[in-house]
């Protein structure tokens, strides 16, 4: 399974981007899976998911901004991230698991300069 991760690039604080996850197979029946982030010099973060009972959960610091979606007919997960800070700087990455397996993105990058 590739999943290939899109979207990142340069904004302004205040600014939209929207990430991209598209799995190479259906996401119909994944159990798990995250947008997580890594800022320069710093541990990778889970930023927003899916958990296994269904439910979306969301870093307090990106709450009320960032907004995870999924579209099982394109097999694509988003995450669309509004009202961007400084602090959202880092390297986007995307990881699903289904019972065979997780598997991870391979990371875009995103640049809000202030």
């Known amino acids: 399974v590739q999943l290939q991760a899109s979207g990142g690039g340069l904004a302004q604080a205040g600014g939209s981007l929207r990430l991209s996850c598209a799995a190479s197979?259906?996401?119909?029946?994944?159990?798990?899976m995250g947008w997580w982030r890594q800022a320069p010099g710093k541990q990778r973060e889970l930023v927003a998911g899916i958990s296994s009972g269904g439910s979306t959960n969301y870093a307090e610091s990106v709450k009320g901004r960032f907004t995870l979606s999924r579209d099982n007919a394109r097999n694509t997960v988003y995450l669309q991230m509004n009202n961007l800070k400084p602090e959202d700087t880092g390297v986007y990455y995307c990881?699903?698991?289904?019972?065979?397996?997780?598997?991870w993105g391979q990371g875009t990058l995103v640049t809000v300069s202030s």
């Open positions: 197979e259906s996401i119909v029946s994944i159990k798990v």
């Open positions: 990881n699903m698991y289904w019972n065979h397996g997780g598997y």
